[in-house]
């Protein structure tokens, strides 16, 4: 089946917001053997929806849209789609009365403007939207083309999506004589620490054997992803073979390779830690908060991690984390030595079988010769063991904080690894 995603947003063409869900549709319905053959992106303007479905229909006769379907006054996509299809709004008493009772849920009244989410398109299928108030529509004309209609709200769009639309996709295709759909399957395997040039000197030896698989290098700040696609294979054959080159990729890239699909690195440290019953500080400089932050944002995170301190001044560092004054004054606070004792301090502090510290040089300005910006010291300890790095990362301010939160994670993580 051949389909077509609009997204519906004048914040997504102005950049306003990040059109993160027509990348997880295409990761979606690629994954139900729906092949996405175009996806465009239209202001909230009644005539630009118009055009762009009127246009996807006579190509594919199957659209996916996203956006539009609140209550606010440039929320016109129902309204647009349903007048492409000659279609009248009428209220649907079952929608009005589910919005209604989470209204009351809520405790508050709904207010009228709530109201016009309950009309739906004369002849369209409501698909229920328990996340949210805009429920999801589906549209259909004589010649069985269709449009779906789904809230632009991330979390609402995911689950009407896996709990309406994808089955209905899949048993679309099965009726129609096509059997059970090819997939496009992808696996991701995560790494840090690395270049992008480096994994690829490692990796590129194994892509011939990889195929008919291909290999898809994703970097950022924190590392560099190496994704895995079987396309158009019985899912069987493509699951098979992503295992088997995730395999054979994991043991080339070693210790390197920390995770899978979306696993953080906060994540695996606190798995590593909570198996030897070990507890975790943190001191911070130049990071602010970033690592503490991190590690707090995985759940259940609280049964591993203490606390931390954020040493920005001198005097903090000296005071709280213990870290001697004649130390700062001979190496500097992005030292070696300073790094050292913030990480023996905060351990001290927090009586903590593990620390991390970090002490740098964020920029844009405070630079020197000897000392660039960029320039990061890292130190991690399990115990009474301890780890020291110095670093000098790339990028702007955010970039480079970003860079030295990963790095250190990653410099405990193999501390802990080889214990």
Not at 354 to 381: E, F, M, N, S, Y
Request: with cysteine; charged share 25%.
């Amino acid at each position: 089946m051949k389909l077509e995603v609009i997204t519906v947003g004048t914040e997504l063409l102005l950049g306003h917001t990040v059109d993160t869900n027509a990348a997880e549709l295409g990761r979606a319905l690629a994954a139900a053997g729906v092949e996405v053959v175009l996806r465009s992106t239209v202001p909230d303007r009644p005539a630009a929806v118009q055009e762009a479905v009127r246009d996807a229909l006579a190509r594919t006769g199957a659209v996916l849209m996203t956006g539009g379907l609140g209550p606010t006054r440039d929320d016109l996509t129902k309204k647009a789609v349903a007048d492409l299809f000659e279609r009248p709004l009428r209220l649907d008493e079952t929608v009005l009365r589910s919005l209604e009772h989470r209204f009351r849920r809520l405790g508050r009244p709904m207010p009228a403007v709530n109201r016009t989410q309950a009309e739906v398109p004369e002849g369209a299928t409501v698909l229920p939207n328990p996340r949210g108030t805009a429920p999801g529509l589906w549209i259909e004309d004589e010649q069985h083309r269709f449009v779906i209609l789904l809230p632009g709200v991330p979390s609402e769009m995911r689950g009407l999506l896996i709990d309406e639309v994808l089955p209905r996709l899949v048993r679309l295709q099965a009726g129609a004589g096509e059997g059970a759909p090819p997939v496009v399957l992808s696996r991701t395997l995560r790494t840090t620490g690395v270049p992008e040039s480096a994994v690829a000197e490692r990796v590129e030896p194994l892509e011939e054997g990889l195929r008919p698989l291909t290999l898809a290098y994703l970097p950022s700040i924190a590392g560099v992803d190496l994704r895995l696609t079987a396309w158009g294979m019985p899912r069987e054959r493509a699951d098979a073979l992503l295992m088997e080159g995730a395999g054979r990729l994991r043991a080339e890239l070693g210790e390197r390779c920390y995770g899978e699909e979306d696993e953080d690195l906060a994540g695996v440290v606190l798995a590593q830690l909570r198996e030897r019953r070990a507890t975790l500080a943190v001191a911070e400089s130049c990071t602010g908060g970033l690592v503490g932050g991190r590690i707090t944002a995985v759940p259940g995170s609280s049964d591993v991690f203490l606390g931390g301190i954020i040493a920005y001044s001198n005097a903090v560092k000296t005071e709280q984390l213990g870290v001697p004054g004649d130390t700062l004054a001979a190496h500097g606070a992005v030292s070696e030595e300073t790094v050292r004792a913030m990480a023996e301090g905060v351990q001290r502090r927090f009586d903590a079988t593990a620390t991390v510290a970090v002490t740098g040089i964020a920029g844009p300005d405070g630079g020197t010769p000897d000392k660039p910006v960029g320039t990061v010291w890292l130190a991690a300890r399990w115990r009474a063991a301890v780890r020291t790095v110095r670093r000098v990362f790339p990028g702007d301010r955010e970039e480079i904080r970003g860079r030295s939160a990963q790095a250190v994670l990653d410099l405990l993580r193999l501390l802990v690894r080889e214990s």
